[in-house]
């Protein structure tokens, strides 16, 4: 994927409950690169048991001996909020647990946004890359929170290269309905964008799935927009079509390029899951860096 591409400099992941196979292949190899060094903070025996079992060096590694998972967590935190670290990465420590320790009014990365997960994916074929959310953190998200869904997303787009991305309400079909609350909220959106309340951003919807990715079918329905056919992020009305969106693209998607994290936090919390391969946590791990970069940029 692309966004492992163009990255260096002295950058540091925090690695809550890091004794896990791909977690430290994934670490190891964007040390590799040149992309970041890693605080592995977990129970030290079973980090070392692991990598020894794996056969990966540990040498240059910060470990933090904390075995309980809400500790560490907690302290993975303090290191990112303190500036010790840029971005927080989840291990094996649950999300519900970790997501907890960020959103801390005190000791936590909360900001004024709410938090959603991004996905990247480089589909073989297609010629570009796509963001997709919210597959993993809002359920159902209304009006406004959809809005801020896709201030996340856009900022990710930013960090991709991507100065204004064109944004795709999908809904099941491309007119509003008012039995279908998806196609009103899509509609309002556009408006949002279109008066400035979406900054940075074009918008158009409802869009179905097909005409927001396909030239072809946007034409042979007679949809004519800026976003049709060439949506740069797809927003979904919902976390079960997010998710079977993700999976789908996954699982029947052979050679499918792909990255996820969590953005609205004061740094990206990269949270793949047990099931993601190394590349994907490699890929998230280099995408969460340049998101970093982009936020200490609007920082300064």
Not at 143 to 149: S, T, V, Y
Not at 234 to 239: E, Y
Request: glycine share 8%.
């Amino acid at each position: 994927m692309t966004a492992v591409q163009g990255l260096e400099g002295d950058r540091t992941i925090a690695v809550a409950l890091a004794q896990e196979p791909e977690i430290l292949r994934a670490v190891s190899a964007a040390r590799e690169r040149g992309l970041a060094n890693s605080i592995l903070i977990g129970g030290e025996a079973e980090i070392r048991a692991v990598a020894e079992e794996i056969g990966l060096e540990l040498e240059g590694f910060a470990i933090v001996d904390e075995p309980d998972p809400a500790r560490a967590a907690a302290r993975a935190v303090e290191l990112v909020r303190t500036g010790r670290a840029d971005i927080l990465m989840k291990g094996l420590v649950g999300t519900a647990t970790l997501l907890r320790a960020v959103l801390d009014k005190e000791r936590g990365l909360r900001s004024e946004n709410i938090l959603s997960h991004v996905a990247v994916f480089e589909p073989p074929g297609y010629g570009r890359l796509f963001l997709l959310t919210d597959a993993a953190m809002n359920i159902a998200p209304d009006l406004q929170r959809k809005a801020e869904i896709i201030r996340n997303a856009a900022l990710i787009a930013n960090s991709l290269g991507i100065k204004r991305p064109k944004v795709a309400p999908i809904c099941a079909v491309e007119l509003v309905n008012t039995e279908m609350p998806a196609t009103l909220d899509a509609a309002l959106l556009s408006k949002m964008a279109q008066r400035g309340q979406l900054p940075g951003v074009e918008v158009d919807g409802p869009l179905a799935l097909d005409n927001a990715v396909s030239h072809e079918a946007a034409q042979r329905k007679g949809i004519f927009s800026p976003v049709a056919g060439q949506a740069d992020i797809l927003l979904v009305p919902g976390i079960e079509v997010g998710n079977v969106i993700y999976k789908t693209l996954h699982y029947f998607c052979p050679g499918v390029k792909l990255a996820g994290l969590i953005a609205g936090a004061k740094a990206p919390v990269v949270l793949t899951s047990r099931a993601d391969s190394q590349e994907t946590k490699l890929n998230s791990i280099a995408l969460s860096l340049l998101a970093s970069s982009v936020l200490a940029a609007q920082d300064s």
